[in-house]
Nanobody
């Protein structure tokens, strides 16, 4: 049974930083791909960043490039998203996702999802 549990979301001021974590159980973070997605109120869920767990490739949405960094801690089986210079437009529910075969920023290509952690930037 795959379980992805996000944490680290909270309310912050514009310009501040946050680090989100996603603890995986029943799924090895070394198994192909993990990613972060977000959903703002009234909008569709969108890809933020993903990483091929071999370390060969990362994918970032244009809005995340230069500000966000996705990383893995294989020993802790945990995925991270370091978010710097946060903007109000970054507000939303952030979801961790994983897939053993696909990668990228397309929500339809990920099989396993967490419940999300809320980020609010004002």
């Amino acid at each position: 049974h795959v379980q992805l549990v996000e944490s680290g979301g909270r309310s912050v001021q514009a310009g501040e930083s946050l680090r989100l974590s996603c603890a995986a159980s029943g799924y090895s973070v070394r198994n192909n791909c993990m990613g972060w997605f977000r959903q703002a109120p009234g909008k569709e869920r969108e890809g933020v960043a993903s990483i091929v767990t071999s370390g060969d490739s990362t994918y970032y949405a244009d809005s995340a490039k230069g500000r966000f960094t996705i990383s893995l801690d294989n020993a802790r089986n945990t995925l991270f998203l370091q978010m710097n210079s946060l903007e109000p437009e970054d507000t939303g529910m952030y979801y961790c996702a994983a897939d053993p075969y696909n990668c990228g920023l397309d929500t339809t290509r990920f099989s396993f999802w967490g419940q999300g952690t809320q980020v609010t930037v004002s």
